[in-house]
């Protein structure tokens, strides 16, 4: 039996994407947290694109979009990413043994449906799932899966399969490694300039991106009329939210304890200030997944102008929130 293993210290994280880019650059000395990668990468934001189904429905997105908290590790760090996508399975595999044999931890996007080693009933069709492979026993990859307690195995036709799964976001065997690692410390002029980035995108003059996309979507919410379509279109609305690697409320706490830090770091005390006002701005999203939630199961009349108005309210916080952020480091 053939085994090839690298070290690798697997950490738990609140989501995939950041989770994985933490603990790679982790793993090549650039120690990081979660919350860090986060919020140095910028993204943290807000989407509503309604030109872009997902089951019929609008995409509706908490965070910038899958690779962007990867590429955002490049400046800051001087990182060299390299991202590699295949047409034919067989070769795809072959280039991951091949990285594994040299002592590389992969990067791979998958599909959450065609992983074994989720609980049936948490597996649905999203193919932009992020994990680290470190290592392969015989034919099992060893995998460190941000969102798992403990690494995992998965065997190579299961792997595969995820890896090449069709639909909207496809992978297409998508793998990615460091190169190399310029910088190892966080620096107080980089966090500076990703709070920066970050205001620019909340508060910014596109339509559907920032403050305005959520006042955007309380616009089309507060048109619904109270049909199954439209019970359904808010079932999509918290689904985006709470359960896919869009996390809405999630990305608001995880943005939030970035700021603890980069007070820390740039000596900043009004960010730690801020930091618990947007943990504030999180707990009103829960609220509203909540709501729709009762709404939707029955348990309250389903009123789309009362849930268009905590949209309208969520933006109208956010938009004073992050004015205030841009103060803070100017």
């Known amino acids: 039996m053939n ?21 790679l650059m982790t793993h090549h000395g650039a120690k990081l947290s979660e919350a860090m990668a986060f919020g140095l990468s910028s993204a943290l934001s807000f989407a509503y694109l309604p030109f872009i189904k997902l089951t019929g429905f609008p995409l509706i997105a908490y965070r910038m979009p899958p690779k962007f908290i990867l590429k955002g590790m490049s400046k800051p760090f ?4 390299r991202f590699e996508t ?23 996007q998958t599909s959450v449906f065609w992983l074994p080693y989720f609980p049936e009933d948490m597996r649905f069709h999203f193919n932009a799932h992020n994990l680290l492979v470190y290592g392969k026993d015989g034919d099992d990859y060893l995998i460190s899966d941000p969102v798992a307690d403990l690494p995992q195995r998965c065997a190579s036709a ?3 399969r995820a890896r090449f799964a069709k639909g909207a976001l496809a992978p297409k065997g998508l793998l990615y490694f460091l ?3 310029g910088r190892t410390e966080v620096r107080a002029e980089a966090v ?10 909340m508060l910014g003059p596109i339509p559907l991106i920032g403050v305005r996309g959520m006042r955007m979507l309380a616009n089309r919410v507060a048109k619904l009329d109270t049909s199954e379509h439209s019970l359904n279109y808010v079932g999509h609305i918290v689904r985006m939210q709470e359960e896919i690697g869009t996390g809405g409320a999630g990305f608001r706490f995880i943005y939030a304890a970035f700021l603890q830090e980069a007070a820390q770091i740039t000596g900043l005390t009004e960010l730690s200030v801020l930091s618990e006002r947007l943990n504030e701005t999180g707990d009103g999203w829960r609220e509203f997944a ?8 029955g348990r309250e009349s389903f009123e789309p102008k009362k849930l268009a108005d905590m949209l309208r309210g969520q933006a109208e916080r956010e938009t004073e929130f992050f004015r205030a952020l841009k103060t803070a480091v100017a």
């Open 86 to 108: 295949f047409r034919a399975p067989e070769a795809g595999m072959r280039r991951l043994d091949e990285l594994l044999a040299q002592g590389q931890v992969v990067g791979l």
């Open 179 to 181: 190169e190399g690692v």
């Open 290 to 297: 909540l709501k729709a939630a009762r709404m939707i199961k």
């Open 78 to 81: 001087q990182a060299h990413f």
């Open 3 to 23: 085994t090839t293993v690298t070290p690798f210290q697997h950490r738990h994280a609140a989501h995939c994407e950041s989770g994985a880019a933490a603990n």
């Open 158 to 160: 299961d792997l595969q």
């Open 192 to 201: 500076k300039s990703a709070i920066k980035k970050t205001v620019r995108i």
